[in-house]
């Protein structure tokens, strides 16, 4: 079946590197995303990795995979207040066709 | 500003109520997503339709039912509630191209509070 787990929490200080995990059971899994929650709004997709690659970097964000172990990383470079948020990890089958399982997601913290 | 709307943003009802939440997709995306986010559940798939057919289902009770009509819009009917489906509801819609990109937007979401 599928699964996802993430740590629940992480605190950082700003201007820090922020390293949130994910692990995931679905050894079918071909996507595997990023989403960013904020308070009050919806989910937005930060980035999204295929799984034949196990590097990915945009701008402030470099996403680590390591298929053998199903071990998915985000790292958020001089992260800063606006950073706070909760991170979801989520996989899929197939890119935005179908339902999306989610982690239980981590809530960043910063702390000045 | 994902372009996805939902109404209400928020709603309180009492037990056995029942209730509609209502979502718009982004002009032109033909397929629409509900999840349910819980304290207890985490963030879960509910079910899909895409151009006003079922397209997949996921841990959706049957006290709850959806539809898309042929505007595209969806609706979320939750009938006969309990305390444990206070939530928040969010819909999400994609484009459905095939081979294409097909990220899934997601709306701010509607908080049902069930009292």
């Known amino acids: 079946g599928e699964d996802v787990e993430q740590s629940l929490f992480l605190s950082v200080r700003e201007g820090d590197s922020s390293v949130i995990n994910c692990t995931y059971t679905?050894?079918?899994?071909?996507?595997l995303y990023w989403y960013k929650q904020e308070p009050g709004a919806g989910l937005q997709l930060l980035t999204y990795?295929?799984?034949?690659?196990d590097m990915k970097q945009d701008q402030r964000l470099t996403v680590l995979l390591n298929k053998k172990d199903k071990h998915l990383s985000l790292r958020i470079a001089d992260t800063q207040t606006g950073d706070s948020a909760i991170y979801f990890c989520?996989?899929?089958?197939?890119?935005?066709?179908?339902?999306?399982?989610f982690g239980t997601g981590t809530r960043l913290t910063i702390i000045p | 500003d994902s372009g996805v709307t939902q109404t209400p943003k928020h709603l309180i009802t009492a037990t056995g109520q029942r209730v509609t939440l209502r979502c718009s997709p982004r002009s032109g995306d033909l397929s629409v997503y509900w999840y349910q986010q819980s304290l207890d559940q985490g963030l879960q798939f509910l079910i899909q339709?895409?151009?006003?057919?079922?397209?997949a289902k996921g841990n959706i009770l049957e006290r709850f039912s959806a539809q898309q009509f042929p505007d595209l819009h969806s609706e979320l009917n939750l009938s006969s509630l309990e305390l444990g489906d206070s939530a928040l509801y969010f819909c999400?819609?994609?484009?459905?191209?095939?081979?294409?990109?097909?990220?899934?937007?997601f709306g701010p979401g509607t908080r049902l509070t069930v009292l």
């Open positions: 999400a819609s994609s484009p459905q191209v095939s081979g294409g990109y097909n990220e899934q937007f």
């Open positions: 989520a996989e899929s089958r197939n890119f935005g066709n179908e339902k999306l399982t």
């Open positions: 679905d050894s079918s899994s071909t996507y």
């Open positions: 990795i295929f799984s034949n690659m």
């Open positions: 339709y895409y151009n006003g057919e079922e397209r």
